[in-house]
Nanobody, 125 residues
């Protein structure tokens, strides 16, 4: 069973940086999309950044372009996905979730097959 475990959240001042990690185990697929959603208090969940193994592309929501970078490091039966977040703003405050779609997909990801439990990022002004 695939498991996604996020880490790296915390409290940071505006303008600072954080790197989130998502460790995906039992992850041995040729075609997948994986990345990050976030949900701020009182707001709907939104897709932030994704990687597609199938089409070899990345996706970023407009509000994070130029500030966030998604990357991955694949090994046998596992993958680690990183989200480098720079120039953080108070509006980036949210719970960040790692999620994955196995098989055919488009970017941004919709209806992931697997979710992590989330990690909280708080950006103070």
């Amino acid at each position: 069973e695939v498991q996604l475990v996020e880490s790296g959240g915390g409290l940071v001042q505006a303008g600072g940086s954080l790197t989130l990690s998502c460790a995906a185990s039992e992850f041995d697929f040729d075609h997948y999309g994986i990345g990050w959603f976030r949900q701020a208090p009182g707001k709907e969940r939104e897709g932030v950044a994704f990687i597609s193994s199938t089409i070899g592309k990345t996706y970023y929501v407009d509000s994070v372009k130029g500030r966030f970078t998604i990357s991955s490091d694949a090994a046998k039966n596992k993958i680690t996905v990183y989200l480098q977040m720079n120039s953080l703003k108070p509006e980036d405050t949210a719970v960040y979730y790692c999620a994955a779609v196995i098989g055919p997909h488009f970017l941004p990801l919709k209806s992931p097959d697997y979710w992590g439990k989330g990690t909280l990022v708080t950006v103070s002004s």
